[in-house]
T-cell receptor, first 117, second 116 residues
């Protein structure tokens, strides 16, 4: 079963508007972390934002915020005031404990965001 | 400046060859990961490791093996390369958790492997 589900293969947004990228996750752990990464066409992976499973407040980093709804197991990324440079692939990821002290980090299939001028 | 370095940016190999992809990190991270990235499939976890000589299978380990003899180095091995292993391979590292602590993963620049 998919651990991370991103249901939007592609999204379009007008410059200066806000956009929400969806992410749902599946885990039976109580302790886990959720991440969003951006991958521009250059291919590098850029860390955007993190939310821990025990964090009561939604995480924010500049124009990025994470809408964390634990009961629904969703961790949507909200980008406010979109810019042309936000056009990229966006990946949601989850880290959880694994056997013997190791930690597994798994990603979704990604959402391609296009910002139109 | 933190760094994860993959030994090659582009590789072309023949079917049946043994292929080594090397990854080195300079951040003293415990965790290291290998992924392959294919269009429409996102990043799929092949193997991961949290300590020297420790390894765990990810979601798609078939046809791959790994080696971690030193903390800073994590190698991905294709024992007998096949055309369906043509892909972008990404290595990442992170500090050890717990998972509720923000220990972001840092990525290498990727190796685009073509098997002909």
């Amino acid at each position: 079963a998919q651990k991370i589900t991103q249901t939007q293969p592609g999204m379009f947004v007008q410059e200066k508007e806000a956009v929400t990228l969806d992410c749902t996750y599946d885990t039976s752990d109580q302790s886990y972390g959720l991440f969003w990464y951006k991958q521009p066409s250059s291919g590098e992976m850029i860390f955007l934002i993190y939310q821990g499973s025990y964090d009561e407040q939604n995480a924010t980093e500049g124009r990025y915020s994470l809408n964390f709804q634990k009961a629904r197991k969703s961790a949507n990324l909200v980008i406010s005031a979109s810019q042309l440079g936000d056009s990229a692939m966006y990946f949601c990821a989850m880290r959880e404990g694994f056997q013997g002290g190791s930690e597994k980090l798994v990603f979704g299939k990604g959402t391609k965001l296009t910002v139109n001028p | 400046d933190v760094k994860v370095t993959q030994s090659s940016r582009y590789l072309v190999k023949r079917t049946g060859e043994k292929v080594f992809l090397e990854c080195v990190q300079d951040m003293d991270h415990e965790n290291m990961f290998w992924y392959r990235q294919d269009p429409g499939l996102g990043l799929r976890l092949i193997y991961f490791s949290y300590d020297v000589k420790m390894k765990e299978k990810g979601d798609i380990p078939e046809g791959y093996s790994v080696s971690r003899e030193k903390k800073e180095r994590f190698s991905l091995i294709l024992e007998s390369a096949s055309t369906n292993q043509t892909s972008m391979y990404l290595c990442a590292s992170s500090a050890l958790g717990p998972a509720i602590r923000n220990t972001e993963a840092f990525f290498g620049q990727g190796t685009r492997l073509t098997v002909v």
